[in-house]
T-cell receptor, first 111, second 109 residues
């Protein structure tokens, strides 16, 4: 079983819809969870960083962590064509550890 | 501006040739990482360094080498032993989260 599982997509949704992106992880020792956005031919950029279970909101983005289920989610409200990108989930056990990435989900927002 | 810089953006390698990818950061981060990204594969860790003059192999280190003589610099050499080097290479430096460069696209010709 891979440490972090993520559906590669592609996921296509109409503009304005709520997008739900998800990952599962296998090791309960993971404590820190991140979402990165990567545009084509660019380096990933950090969107959200969470530590505890629960929700964290930043503008149109909400990151959700359920440690009991080992499940992490990213919700995008009022999706825009500019949100079209690959979204990577990531996790680490401790702050100084290497980060484990999911394979990324390609998202297309249709105008 | 603080950041992480990779060069060149595009690189072409002939069969049997070694090439070196540059990665420089001015974020004062101790940890630096090299990833390889292939379509549908996500990010795979090649090498990482958590302090100057020390580095560890990642999941796919064969055919690659690195050095960490300065805190700011973590160059990656793709050797002729790497049989399938065509890929997008990403360098990152980390504090509590990873900051990535814009990548180098390496193509074997």
């Amino acid at each position: 079983q891979k440490e972090v599982e993520q559906d590669p997509g592609p996921l296509s949704v109409p503009e304005g819809a709520i997008v739900s992106l998800n990952c599962t992880y296998s090791n309960s020792a993971f404590q820190y969870f991140m979402w990165y956005r990567q545009y084509s031919r660019k380096g990933p950029e950090l969107l959200m960083y969470t530590y505890s279970s629960g929700n964290k909101e930043d503008g149109r983005f909400t990151a959700q962590v359920d440690k009991s289920s080992k499940y992490i989610s990213l919700f995008i409200r009022d999706s825009q064509p500019s949100d079209s990108a690959t979204y990577l989930c990531a996790t680490e056990m401790n702050r100084d550890d290497k980060i484990i990435f999911g394979k990324g989900t390609r998202l297309h927002i249709l105008p | 501006d603080g950041g992480i810089t990779q060069s060149p953006k595009y690189l072409f390698r002939k069969e049997g040739q070694n090439v070196t990818l540059s990665c420089e950061q001015n974020l004062n981060h101790d940890a630096m990482y090299w990833y390889r990204q292939d379509p549908g594969q996500g990010l795979r860790l090649i090498y990482y360094s958590q302090i100057v003059n020390d580095f560890q192999k990642g999941d796919i280190a064969e055919g690659y080498s690195v050095s960490r003589e300065k805190k700011e610099s973590f160059p990656l050499t793709v050797t002729s032993a790497q049989k399938n080097p065509t890929a997008f290479y990403l360098c990152a430096s980390m504090d509590t989260e990873a900051f990535f460069g814009q990548g180098t696209r390496l193509t074997v010709v």
